[in-house]
């Protein structure tokens, strides 16, 4: 998942760092893992690689957090290459 945060995000984090800690526990709660996160500088401010067991649940998840009007997410199916080049040599 990318996202950008609004300035009602940015102020958030900025009184309250901690949020960020906050954020994964209620995503984790929705049945997610998040595995890494990174900030980043340029046109996104985070990547989460979090693992969902299906797309409904990321979804979910996805629009339960932007609904919050701090920020806007956008996510990324990927699949392993071993199972890309499996895929592949059967089709």
Known sequence: MLSTLGPGGWA???EK???MHEVTREV????LKVIAQYAL???WDFLNIIEAPDEKAMARC???LAARGT????????????????ALEDG
């Open 28 to 31: 984790e709660a929705m049945g």
């Open 71 to 86: 920020m806007r997410t956008t996510t990324l199916q990927a699949i392993p290459i071993d199972e890309l080049v499996a």
């Open 62 to 64: 996805a629009t339960a």
């Open 17 to 19: 760092p901690e949020r």
């Open 41 to 43: 500088l340029g046109q």
């Open 12 to 14: 958030t984090l900025r």
